[in-house]
């Protein structure tokens, strides 16, 4: 190929000093075709092929390849073929005989004529997308993958984070109430993947059958879904960018936490700092063109949707309720009761008819147990030899007072001593902890030990009067005998001092 200084001296001689072809093909000792050609190009057009290249050994076999490359479609992306393994099976299992670079030229070719082509988009403001992003944070000195909430504003570029420690059913809805919250509206519509939390099953035509939660949030706030192609992330690209930006610049370094409220106030500040940024191509700042999307967006109603996860269940035999693999317990009077549980991030609520019946921290661990030792006091002060092995109790801090005050009724009472000491534990359910605490501590110092005893001494704490202990209707109390002091006593110990 002749380079571009060579077309400048023939071009410039012929066109503008008049020399003709064939003087040119003579001085500078080329082919008059070739001068014909540097007259039309102002530069070397380079090769051009006529006709697509034969391969007559490959023919045969392009079939093969053909479905090996359709097959990987619909394939993992990290378990695609290359073009050598391709090349591999042809030889090994159709016998192909030809070489590695023609397989390899094909392979090349039909992946760039069967790649997919986007169209440029326009997005209107009040519309917004959604995800979900894992990554690692320290909370609580504890390393653990947090799962994080994403909502987009495609338009502004806008975006809301919020941290679970799981993907669930009630951090997908609560990441929805949270993001309406912090926008101070709902978008008009929100596009997703195919995420279970939403969809319960494809029927195709694109036609979706969505999750009772899912329906009843949509419902509740009115929006207007949208949902990807299946395995097409790039339908909802922007979101996936966001996820992604929100990763490594709002969770690099990693976090360190001790809750996932502190977290998630970090997250929303990275989030407004970030509309002061204006991004390439735009003449206004993120903040400015998020006027217009929350002009767009629609009210919000006049109360938030309840976020949580509902199941309806029964209570076991041991006052127990299963909620995702953890067990939960209930007062022992609803034992086999059907109750509703309403799952939520930070906690599990049980509720029997219109009744909350119990409220435990959520835990996120598999076959925890999760007690309230309250729930079971009722069944302990008939089972009192249970006491001592009792799970529930198990790890309940109690002042060191209470041991004392149960020594003291077992060394008076007995046996009976336990379930005295199981009323008195009881008072937790009725009376604030620091009042029973204090009382417990008084009849400790008083040795007033019995459960009438603590309550009387409770309820002059509360009623804000001194206490007046009938020893005669208490006869398991230890009496004590006062006797008058006399003169002669008083000379007796004098009289032994002088000695």
Not at 238 to 251: A, H, K, P, T, W
Request: include cysteine; proline fraction near 6%.
């Amino acid at each position: 190929m002749y380079i571009v200084d060579m077309y400048l001296r023939v071009r410039k001689a012929c066109l503008v000093e008049g020399m003709s072809i064939r003087e040119a093909s003579r001085v500078f000792g080329l082919h008059r075709d070739t001068v014909r050609k540097m007259l039309s190009h102002p530069v070397p057009p380079g090769y051009r092929r006529k006709r697509p290249p034969r391969r007559p050994k490959l023919e045969p076999y392009t079939g093969a390849i053909d479905r090996i490359l359709e097959d990987d479609r619909s394939a993992p992306k990290k378990q695609r073929h290359t073009a050598k393994r391709i090349f591999d099976r042809l030889r090994d299992e159709h016998g192909f005989d030809g070489g590695y670079t023609i397989v390899k030229d094909y392979v090349r070719e039909r992946r760039r004529v069967v790649r997919e082509m986007f169209v440029p988009l326009e997005h209107p403001p009040g519309h917004a997308q959604c995800d979900f992003g894992q990554a690692w944070a320290f909370v609580g000195g504890e390393k653990r993958r947090i799962h994080y909430f994403v909502m987009s504003l495609p338009h502004s570029d806008g975006i809301f984070i919020k941290a679970y420690p799981g993907e669930t059913t009630e951090a997908f809805c609560d990441g929805h109430v949270s993001a309406f919250r912090y926008l101070g509206g709902v978008p008009q519509s929100i596009l997703y993947d195919n995420t279970k939390l939403a969809v319960a099953r494809i029927l195709g035509g694109g036609r979706r059958k969505r999750t009772r939660a899912f329906t009843e949030l949509q419902s509740h706030y009115l929006f207007t879904d949208r949902f990807g192609r299946v395995g097409k992330g790039n339908d909802k690209g922007i979101v996936e960018g966001m996820v992604g930006y929100g990763r490594r610049n709002f969770l690099v370094p990693i976090p360190r936490v001790e809750d996932f409220d502190e977290l998630n106030v970090h997250l929303e500040a990275e989030c407004m700092e970030r509309l002061d940024a204006r991004l390439r191509g735009h003449t206004e700042t993120i903040g400015e063109r998020m006027e217009r999307d929350l002009g767009a967006l629609l009210p919000l109603p006049a109360a938030p949707y309840d976020a949580s996860d509902k199941h309806a269940t029964r209570v076991s035999s041991q006052s127990l309720v299963r909620y995702r693999t953890n067990d939960y317990s209930v007062p022992v009077a609803f034992g086999h009761r059907d109750v509703l549980v309403r799952g939520y991030v930070d906690e599990v609520v049980i509720s029997c008819g219109t009744e909350v019946i119990a409220r435990h921290r959520r835990s996120y661990e598999h076959g925890d147990f999760v007690f309230d030792p309250l729930h079971y006091l009722p069944l302990l002060e008939r089972k009192t030899g249970a006491l001592d092995q009792a799970a529930p109790l198990a790890g309940w801090d109690l002042p060191e007072e209470y041991g004392k005050l149960r020594r003291l009724q077992e060394a008076r009472m007995g046996k009976p001593g336990k379930r005295e000491f199981v009323r008195v534990l009881r008072l937790l359910e009725t009376f604030p902890d620091d009042e029973v605490h204090a009382a417990v501590r008084d009849a400790v110092e008083r040795g007033a030990t019995g459960y009438d005893a603590v309550k009387h001494l409770l309820l002059c704490r509360i009623e804000g009067r001194p206490p007046r202990l009938d020893l005669e209707l208490h006869p398991y109390l230890p009496s004590v005998t006062v006797g008058t002091t006399s003169a002669q006593d008083y000379m007796k110990l004098l009289g032994g001092k002088a000695s």
